[in-house]
């Protein structure tokens, strides 16, 4: 019976959808707004601050462009990149090794020209008013990304890279942008613009056929047939994205456009909106047929093709029969041998965390996309975010990823920079649309939040967010705070103590993971300070194809240990804050305010990296490195102006000079340059300096001195080609990056272990004054770090033995600290230990391992523990207490 009931109740869902659909299907605009929108858009404009301010950036954008046009029409179409050259008006490119070959046919009209090739290259074009117009040969003016020297040069067609691309996006955006001020205003001078560029993209594009590749480099023969990689009028399916605004454009023209239709359509009898059913059936027809079915080629594909999707007209207006009606169910339910329809993406998505199993960079965006395309399709009449509740869950997993500051973690193939805060104004337009206000509150919280942190700003709403973004409702702007985030798929664990730019403390400890846009990185660390990134991940690559892409997404671009481990399966040895996979991508207890760390390992390879706070705004780092291996090189990159080395007791050591590294363990040491060297066998400092920012921010590493060690400093390539993601944009491209590379040769690293201490801190704000070892063996790991607040004593073992460091200090497990504040009992912390005493002050498993804190605070003693634990104070009795967090001990024996 319940069945039945179900059954019913979708078909009158389905039924009624039919009937929204189909109301919907002829009217023009629709995509974003109909005409009926257009009086309530006026009132946000008017009434609501942002939405009046992105107005205004828009039309100061546009107006000196669309002003101009009214007298001189041919200046911004002249700038497009064309094949207009007489007698040479293409209709059908040649493609051989992935790059423009040649091109053959002569249309009537110029045609639009293909991109020359479909590599990146280092340039940039110069501004649009330096532009060659009516370019006939492609050559195109650009300005170096890397180099100092920003003097423009001539770029020879088939070397041009994506430029081509990125000149005639930026003239069809402007175009969309004065179209939706048509809309808005009814002026016609913006119709006339933007028309006019549509006008001849449309007919440029009508004319000129798929490219073919009759080598099939791009893994297909092109031209209408399915397989490879090629789009309609791009190399890659994901990129053939001009179609995106072209047809917005044509949407809000509707009207104008059927009023003044292009003189060239009377000698071809054909209308307005035949010759861009045309061009846009092409546009969906090829991108429904290349590239790949899963992760984000798929999603992309569709992203490019769903606006001409929406903009079609009904069935039966063409003779082919296939409309509006026909296309979007290829995207909201049927799947084919080359695409994998809504359902299957979002199959996608881990069930558990909610993570897209791609690198950041990638996986952040592909809920956006899921969400734009949903709102556009709600706005048709048919539903696809209904139902599905993974998409919001999705949404919100992408807020583990951001540091304090609200950057993406850098790992994998990605640039890092803030997240995409579209999806939660798209859940937020949805949910308010639907009545959902539990919905709406969460993410006005998540948008009030990124808002205050300054990394987004709803002042610079583009003309999609002045339509679709809603009045925010009350809610507040404190986002839910997790000290541990873990993904299997991944490999990635980010740990966190407080989420504030100030004082947060943070960092990441992952294994590699080859395809997936992920990379073979090796066992690799970066940590945080004031809110940036300071020892990252290297992200400064031009392209997939740059020469340097095999060092920024290889191992030397990371904080690890090489040669050995770069890819493949960890084992979590220990971790705390605990995360239970089965149950979600965060911890849902913790045992220590202060201490967070991980244990992991990773074929020959083990890292513990713990962050310890010593007060509100003090902490620091441990990485407890071993490598089972005779020969090793620990690499650390580190943000910096400067670097200096100096010995434990502050006296500069004396690099000489190398020609070289000597032994290099991968191909891309080659990046390595300006080598200076040391032999050095005691403990040593170095000291990186950032003086880009005021106060200057430093980073103090302290190293456990080893036999047969020999230290290089080296220049690194550029850390990032971002300007937000380092402080002062401090080792941006093209400036380079201070690197350590600490070798040890013939001496095993598992046993001779690397074992550093890392404090970030601002000028004079330095709080350890002192680390030493304590006691050290094949097994065994122990130091102490006195700070200006406290003294910490910290142990670290890979057995079961017990250990007695120093008198009255006992530790038997994997992670051990005993904290004295004054020379006074402060805490103890075990992490997965049978033991940990000092001075009378103990914890001690009852049957198994335990993870544990006892501690004193305003002289009150508390514990925490994840199993039952026996606990004596002060040299008292042993006392059993059962699993708990934060508990007070109440009688004391």
Not at 68 to 73: I, L, S
Not at 226 to 240: C, M
Not at 610 to 625: C, K, L, Q
């Amino acid at each position: 019976m319940k069945v039945v009931r179900k059954v019913f109740f979708l078909v009158i869902v389905y039924i009624a959808s039919i009937n929204v659909y189909g109301q919907k299907l002829n009217n023009h605009p629709r995509l974003f707004a109909d005409n009926e929108d257009r009086s309530e858009l006026l009132l946000k404009i008017e009434n609501q601050d942002w939405a009046k301010n992105s107005w205004n950036t828009l039309l100061e954008e546009i107006n000196p462009y669309v002003n101009r046009h009214v007298n001189d029409p041919e200046w911004i179409v002249s700038r497009l990149a064309m094949y207009w050259k007489e007698g040479e008006h293409f209709t059908q490119c040649y493609i051989k090794n992935q790059n423009w070959d040649y091109g053959e046919g002569n249309a009537p009209l110029p045609t639009v020209r293909l991109p020359g090739m479909r590599t990146w290259n280092d340039y940039l074009n110069v501004p649009l008013e330096d532009r060659i117009p009516f370019n006939e040969s492609g050559d195109l003016l650009g300005i170096s990304r890397s180099k100092a020297d920003k003097t423009p040069i001539l770029i020879p067609y088939k070397e041009t890279g994506h430029m081509i691309r990125q000149n005639n996006m930026e003239i069809l955006k402007l175009a969309e942008k004065a179209s939706f001020a048509y809309y808005i205003t009814q002026d016609e001078k913006y119709a006339k613009f933007s028309a006019d560029i549509l006008w001849t993209w449309l007919l440029g594009t009508y004319y000129m056929q798929p490219p073919l590749d009759p080598e099939k480099s791009s893994n297909g023969p092109g031209g209408y047939a399915p397989g490879g990689i090629l789009g309609y009028y791009d190399y890659e399916v994901i990129h053939d994205d001009r179609q995106i605004p072209m047809a917005v454009a044509y949407d809000f023209l509707y009207d104008y456009m059927n009023k003044h239709p292009h003189q060239h359509l009377k000698s071809i009898n054909k209308s307005t909106t035949e010759v861009a059913g045309v061009v846009f059936k092409r546009f969906i027809d090829i991108g429904l047929v290349r590239g790949g079915r899963k992760g984000n080629w798929n999603v992309n594909r569709y992203k490019n093709v769903i606006n001409s999707m929406l903009v079609l007209e009904s069935n039966d207006f063409y003779e082919d029969g296939k409309g509006k009606e026909y296309y979007i169910p290829l995207y909201t339910e049927t799947s084919s041998d080359y695409c994998a329809a809504l359902p299957e993406i979002m199959d996608y998505y881990d069930k558990t965390t909610g993570l897209w199993p791609e690198s950041p960079g990638y996986a952040s965006g592909m809920i956006p996309l899921v969400l734009d395309m949903g709102v556009k399709l709600y706005k048709s009449g048919v539903n696809t975010l209904a139902g599905n509740p993974i998409i919001t869950k999705a949404a919100l997993a992408n807020l583990g990823w951001l540091d304090a500051r609200g950057n993406l973690v850098v790992f994998g193939d990605m640039r890092g920079g803030p997240a995409d805060i579209s999806s939660f104004e798209s859940l937020l337009t949805y949910s308010i649309w639907e009545g959902d206000t539990e919905t709406a509150k969460k993410m006005a919280t998540v948008i009030r939040k990124n808002i205050s942190s300054g990394q987004y700003d709803r002042n610079k709403s583009d003309w999609k967010g002045i339509i679709l973004n809603q009045v925010l409702p009350e809610s507040d702007n404190n986002l839910p705070f997790h000290r541990t985030a873990y993904s299997p798929v991944h490999k990635h664990i980010i740990m966190k103590n407080g989420n504030d730019e100030k004082n947060g403390l943070m960092f990441t400890l992952y294994g590699g993971k080859e395809k997936s846009h992920l990379t073979k990185n090796g066992l690799a660390m970066q940590f945080y300070g004031k809110g940036w990134s300071l020892a990252p991940d290297a992200a400064a690559y031009e392209s997939y194809w740059s020469s340097d892409a095999g060092y920024h997404r290889g191992i030397t671009g990371s904080n690890t240990i090489v040669p050995g481990y770069s890819e493949g399966d960890i084992t979590i040895n220990a971790m705390d804050p605990f995360v239970d996979i089965n149950a979600g991508l965060y911890n849902t207890t913790e045992t220590s305010k202060n201490i967070s760390f991980s244990d992991v390992s990773a074929d020959e390879k083990r890292r513990v990296v713990a962050m310890i706070r010593t007060s509100e705004n003090t902490g620091y780092y441990v990485d407890i490195f071993r490598s089972d291996q005779l020969d090793n090189d620990y690499i650390h990159h580190n943000l910096g102006n400067t670097m200096q080395l100096t010995s434990d007791s502050d006296k500069a050591l004396d690099v000489a000079s190398v020609n070289d590294l000597g032994v290099k363990y991968d191909e891309n040491y080659k990046f390595f340059k300006n080598q200076r060297k040391v032999k050095y066998t005691c403990d040593f400092n170095a000291t990186w300096t950032t003086k880009n920012v005021s106060p200057s921010l430093n980073v103090n590493m302290w190293m456990m001195g080893q036999d047969n060690r020999e230290i290089y400093l080296v220049d690194a390539p550029p850390t990032t080609l971002r300007s937000d993601i380092t402080p002062g944009q401090v080792n941006k491209s093209p400036e380079t990056t201070p690197t350590l590379i600490v070798r040890q040769n013939d001496i095993n690293g598992a046993k001779k272990t690397f074992v550093a201490i890392f404090e970030s801190y601002e000028k004079g704000e330095k709080s350890i004054q002192k680390i030493s070892k304590i006691k050290t063996s094949d097994n065994f790991v122990s130091i102490a770090v006195k700070s200006t607040k406290s003294t910490q004593y910290i142990c670290n073992a890979i057995d079961d033995q017990l250990y007695k460091p120093m008198r009255g200090f006992k530790f038997q497990g994997t992670f051990g600290i005993a904290s004295e504040k004054n020379n006074q009992f402060e805490y103890l912390y075990l992490g997965k230990g049978t033991l940990l005493e000092k001075n009378g002050f103990k914890i001690e498993a009852v049957n198994e391992t335990v993870t544990a804190e006892l501690k004193l605070e305003n002289g009150t003693y508390y514990y925490s523990s994840n199993k039952p634990v026996l606990i004596s104070i002060d040299k008292g009795k042993s006392k059993e207490y059962p699993a708990g967090y934060n508990i007070e001990i109440k009688e004391l024996r």
